[in-house]
């Protein structure tokens, strides 16, 4: 209970991640040795695979006097994309190890509706919203996102989007989607029995799932325009040149469950950079409501 009470200021924070990824082809169908693969073939069947790992060092002075550090791994991602049979099918799968279990973060497949940009999603995503939760954690300029990212009910849930293969850097982009209004993170549902004489309580029928007792679905839409090529959802200006930008405005609306109560959010967002110099930044507004 002391340690609840106190405030903690924190003074010190050092993260270091690491990242890696290679890219391999295949050609899984059966042929016979004399039938040659164009690159065209090749590039149809492809997987690439990435690991990133953050260890960070924390140091926290409280505000009765004491000192505490600790060293952690809050991310640690295996991620496996690419495509599947055709260029119109893709996939992503990415799990998390760090903070010392093992949760689902992506797991979603893409599909090319006719010859056009339009692209069908299902699966378990980012949700179109907020432009620093878009950005990968593996390209912010700090260690974590601002306190406004959790705030906003930002992140990923299970749901199906329609976008025009957005993230590529296309002067423009959008994308909407329905979702279950869950999230990703799984919650533990069991029944609870204490004892009375030592106080202690023990789980029986217990069972992690992210699928809620009620629904309360959500959607959320989002649209940027931009520089052509420019990468619009990393914060820093690794590549440099001229003066580049993007703009741009979201939506997202969870209307009420069992608890009968809605919330809505509205935002705009940008970033610009030249010559290796960048600065992002947002403005949003949320309201909490009951339905009628």
Known sequence: MRQCRRMKTRMLHIALAVAGGTALTSELRAQSPDQAQSPDQLSSEAITIQGRVQSRFEFQKTDDGDNESAFSIPRARLTLKGSAHSERIGYKFQTDFGKGFASLKDLYVDYNIGSGEVWVRAGQFKKPFARQQLNSSSRLEFVDRSIVDKALG???????????????????????????????????????????????????????????????????????????????????????????????????????????????????????????????????????????
């Open 154 to 292: 930002n992140g990923r849930d299970i749901g199906l989007e329609i976008h025009n293969n957005a993230g590529k850097g296309k002067t423009l982009e959008w994308a909407f989607g329905v979702f279950g209004g869950s999230g990703d993170k799984g919650r533990f549902t069991g029944d609870v029995a204490v004892d009375p004489m030592t106080g202690e309580g023990s789980v029986s029928n217990g069972r992690f799932s992210n699928v809620p007792d009620d629904v309360r679905p959500a959607i959320a839409a989002r649209i940027d325009h931009g520089t052509e090529g420019i990468k619009g959802y990393s914060e820093a200006d690794l590549e440099g040149g001229p003066l580049r930008y993007s703009v741009g405005a979201a939506a997202m609306m969870h209307f009420g469950g069992g608890d009968n109560t809605a919330a809505a959010r509205a935002g705009a967002d940008f970033v610009v950079k030249r010559y290796g110099l960048s600065a992002t930044g947002g403005i949003y507004l949320a309201s909490e409501g009951a339905d009628e």
